[in-house]
C-alpha cells in the first residue's frame, strides 16, 4: 500500500498492465489491447468465412433488415422539416426523389465550396480473398476450437497432388475490415456477432454460430495484434468492459470465451458506464455513450452505476450514415451510384467516413464537396467530386430519433430466452446438486452488476438525458449529474452536438424542478475508447482483485467464490485516480 502511494502512475501501468489484456466488445467494433498501451486495437467485429456453396457475398443477418414504410417515411419528411427549421436550411419545399426515377445529382458550383482538403476521400480498396498461406489462416480456428469437426467441403481432392495449390484457394477466414471490403462476388458469408447492444441470434445465425465467431474474432486479434499465443494466455488476465444492454446470460457466455475457450488465468467484468466515467477521471457523472448501434444513457454516483438510471436507445452512429445518404438523395445531391449500406458493408465503410469527416451541428446551410465512390462491381469502382448538403442535418437525428428510422435496422429478435438459463433468476448447479455459492444465484455475489437493461426506449437522446438524471430522486444529486454530463463513443466527436446538448437539456429540465446550469464535460482523449481507459485504470488499480473470476473455479462451477466488490466511497481508488490523471 505504502509503495501505491508513492509511485509514478504511468510506472504502475507499465508494471501491471503487461499483464492485462482490456476487451471492450460493441456491436460494429471492438476495442482490445494491453492496459499498458496507450490506446487499443479496434477492429471492426466481424468474420467471412468462405463458402463453397455461396454463389456470391452474403451476410448472415441481412433478412433481419427491412425497408422503410410509408409511415416511417411521412415521420422522417416530418423530423427533416422540424430540424432543417430550427437550423435554417434552405428548400424546405425541394421534393424528395423517387426510389424508382432517380433524378441527376444537382452539383452547383463545385469552385466555390470549401474543398476540405483535411478530409479522407480516399478510394477502399477491395480485399485480396486468394490465400498463399492456408495453413495458418486455418490454425487460428483450431487454436480456438481443437475439437471442432473439420469440414471436408473446404479443401478439393487433387491437394495431395498439387504442393502449391495453396497459392490459388480461398482464404478460410477474414477479420475485421478486410472483411467488410470483401468483393460481391466471392463467395463468403459475413457474420457480425452482436446486432444493436445483443448477441445477433436469429433463424439464420445460431447462438453456438454466434459464439463460435466471437471466440474465433477475439483468438484472432490475441494472437495477430497482441501476439499472445494460447499457450502462454495462463499467465494474463483480463478485463472485460460490457455494456449495459447485455443480458446476464450473454455476459456468461462471454466470460466463458474469455475463461475457458481463451485460456486466461483470472478475468473481471466492469460496466461500461462506470468505465466511462473513471475513463475520464470521475466518480460521478451522467455517461452518454453513442455507439455505433446503441445509444445507452446511465447515471454513476461516487463510483456506483446506478442501475434505474439506465436507458437504452436503439440508435447510434450508423444510422446516422445512413440518414446522411438519404438526405444527400433528398437533396438530389447524391451521385447516380448504387449506394446501399444495407447490403454492401463496403458502402457503410464510405458513409462512415464521410460522417466522420464532414458532419456537424450548427446553424445554417453546412455543405462542403466530397469525393463518393462507387463499389458495385469490385472490376469497376467509379468515383465523382460532389457537393454534400444540409451536413448539419444527420446528426440531428440524435435528438429527432424518426429522422433515422432505426426500424430500418431492428434489433435480433429474443425468443432464445425461452429456452435459456436466465441469470437473473436461475442459478448453476454444481456436482453435489447444490447451488454454488451457498444456494445463491450465480450473480448474486458479483456486486459489479446492475440489473441489466431489458428493452430499448424510443426517445431521444434530450429526453432520455433528462429522464435518466431525473429519476435519482434527489435535487442535489441531480445539479451535479446535470452539471457532469459525459459524451462517449464515436459519435460524440462530432462539432456542435455538445453546446445543443447543454442548450435543449437545459430548456426540457421541467420549471419546477431547482436546475440552472447544463454542462457537457469535455473529454480527456478521444471519447471513442474512454471506456475502455476506464476499465486499465479500474484494473490496475484494483490491488484486492476480490471481484476476479478464477479459470478453474468457472470451469469447476460456474460461479464465483469472492465476496464482490463495489468502488463506492473508496477515497484510496480515487485518490489513485486523480494522482493518475494530474501527473
Not at 416511417?72 to 428548400?91: C, D, Q, T, V
Amino acid at each position: 500500500m505504502d509503495y501505491l502511494k508513492t509511485v509514478v502512475p504511468s510506472q504502475l501501468l507499465a508494471e501491471r498492465g503487461s499483464s492485462l489484456v482490456v476487451i471492450n466488445p460493441g456491436s460494429m467494433n471492438v476495442r482490445m489491447g494491453f492496459a499498458s498501451q496507450d490506446v487499443p486495437f479496434n477492429i471492426p467485429h466481424c468474420i467471412a468465412r468462405h463458402k463453397n456453396d455461396a454463389p456470391k457475398l452474403s451476410v448472415r443477418d441481412q433478412r433481419l433488415n427491412c425497408r422503410a414504410g410509408s409511415t416511417h417515411n411521412a415521420e422522417r419528411e416530418r423530423a427533416y422539416g422540424i430540424i432543417a427549421s430550427m437550423l435554417k436550411i434552405p428548400f424546405l419545399g425541394e421534393v424528395s426523389p423517387s426510389e424508382n426515377q432517380p433524378l441527376p445529382p444537382k452539383m452547383g458550383r463545385l469552385d466555390g465550396l470549401s474543398s476540405q482538403q483535411n478530409k479522407d476521400d480516399s478510394i477502399l480498396t477491395w480485399t485480396d480473398v486468394m490465400d498463399k498461406s492456408i495453413k495458418t489462416s486455418m490454425s487460428i480456428e483450431r487454436s480456438v476450437n481443437s475439437d471442432a469437426d473439420e469440414d471436408p467441403s473446404q479443401s478439393t481432392p487433387d491437394d495431395g497432388n498439387k504442393p502449391n495449390s495453396e497459392e490459388n484457394k480461398y482464404k478460410e477466414m477474414i477479420f475485421g475490415e478486410d472483411a467488410l471490403k470483401i468483393p460481391p462476388s466471392a463467395p463468403y458469408c459475413l457474420g457480425r456477432p452482436i446486432r444493436r447492444g445483443h448477441f445477433n441470434i436469429s433463424q439464420n445465425y445460431s447462438l453456438h454460430q454466434v459464439l463460435e465467431d466471437l471466440r474465433t474474432i477475439w483468438n484472432w486479434m490475441l494472437i495477430e495484434k497482441l501476439h499472445i499465443n494460447p499457450k502462454d494466455r495462463h499467465l494474463y488476465s483480463a478485463i472485460l468492459v460490457l455494456g449495459e444492454t447485455f443480458d446476464n446470460r450473454e455476459m456468461k457466455e462471454m466470460l466463458s470465451i474469455v475463461l475457458c475457450d481463451l485460456g486466461f488465468s483470472t478475468a473481471v467484468v466492469h460496466q461500461e458506464a462506470l468505465a466511462a466515467a473513471f475513463g475520464n477521471g470521475l466518480s460521478t457523472a451522467c455517461v452518454v455513450n453513442i455507439g455505433a448501434q446503441v445509444t445507452q444513457v446511465v447515471c454513476v454516483e461516487d463510483g456506483v452505476a446506478l442501475p434505474h438510471t439506465a436507458l437504452a436507445l436503439p440508435y447510434g452512429g450508423d444510422d446516422i450514415s445512413r440518414c446522411l445518404l438519404w438526405v444527400q438523395q433528398r437533396h438530389r445531391t447524391w451521385p447516380n451510384f448504387k449506394t446501399d449500406p444495407m447490403k454492401k458493408p463496403i458502402d457503410m465503410l464510405m458513409l462512415n467516413k464521410i460522417k466522420e469527416g464532414y458532419s456537424q451541428i450548427r446553424s445554417g446551410s453546412y455543405d462542403a464537396v466530397s469525393v463518393v465512390h462507387s463499389y458495385e462491381h469490385e472490376k469497376s469502382v467509379g468515383h465523382q467530386k460532389t457537393r454534400l448538403s444540409a451536413l448539419s442535418v444527420p446528426p440531428m437525428g440524435l435528438l429527432y430519433p424518426r429522422l433515422l428510422i432505426p426500424e430500418e435496422f431492428p434489433p435480433p429478435p429474443r425468443p432464445w430466452f425461452q429456452d435459456c438459463d436466465d441469470m437473473l433468476e436461475d442459478t448453476w448447479q454444481t456436482n453435489d446438486g447444490l447451488s454454488g455459492n451457498g444456494g445463491l444465484g450465480a450473480w448474486d455475489s458479483y456486486q459489479m452488476l446492475p440489473t441489466r437493461v431489458k428493452k430499448f426506449d424510443n426517445i431521444g437522446l434530450v429526453e432520455a438525458i433528462v429522464s435518466s438524471v431525473l429519476s435519482t430522486g434527489r435535487v442535489d444529486l441531480q445539479r451535479k449529474l446535470f452539471c457532469s454530463i459525459q459524451l462517449v463513443g464515436g459519435t460524440a466527436s462530432t462539432a456542435g452536438l455538445a453546446p445543443v446538448l447543454e442548450q435543449r437539456v437545459l430548456n426540457t429540465i421541467p420549471s419546477n424542478q431547482p436546475v440552472e446550469k447544463v454542462e457537457v464535460l469535455q473529454s480527456r482523449r478521444n471519447p471513442l475508447f474512454i471506456p475502455w481507459k476506464g476499465g486499465v485504470i479500474l484494473g490496475v488499480l484494483d490491488t484486492s482483485r476480490d471481484a476476479w473470476i478464477h479459470r478453474e473455479d468457472w470451469i469447476k462451477n460456474g460461479v464465483h467464490v469472492g465476496s464482490g466488490r463495489k468502488y463506492k466511497d473508496s477515497y484510496f481508488l480515487q485518490s489513485q485516480l486523480m494522482c493518475y490523471y494530474n501527473s
